[in-house]
């Protein structure tokens, strides 16, 4: 499977910014797809999760603002970020577990300026 993501960029705070990532390859063995973040120096944590079944988990920062969607026949997954924060400002990355392991996309850099 190979993922690869887009939509990161500069913007103010308070604005809103949508991510795109595209999956290819083996994609019926992804049970769930989930966007990670990670800033300079810290660990990558994971952002929002969405399944098959379209349940969907996010961290406590993210509630309220970000929404993880997908479009199974486009084989896309989509982070829709508003009320960005300086502190939002990361490596956004898209991920895909499968019940053997777990894929990679690059990164996109989000970029919140105060």
């Known amino acids: 499977v190979q993922l690869q993501a887009s939509g990161g960029g500069l913007v103010e705070a308070g604005g809103s910014l949508r991510l795109s990532c595209v999956a290819s390859?083996?994609?019926?063995?992804?049970?769930?797809m989930n966007w990670y973040r990670q800033t300079p120096g810290n660990q990558r944590e994971s952002v929002a999760t969405?399944?098959?079944?379209?349940?969907?988990n996010y961290a406590e920062f993210a509630k309220g603002r970000f929404a993880i969607s997908r479009d199974p026949a486009l084989n896309m997954i989509y982070l829709t970020m508003n009320s960005l924060r300086p502190e939002d400002t990361a490596v956004y990355y898209c991920?895909?577990?499968?019940?053997?392991?777990?894929?990679w996309g690059q990164g996109t850099l989000v970029t919140v300026s105060s």
């Open positions: 991920s895909g577990r499968s019940r053997d392991r777990r894929y």
């Open positions: 390859g083996d994609t019926d063995t992804i049970i769930y």
């Open positions: 969405i399944d098959t079944h379209d349940s969907t």
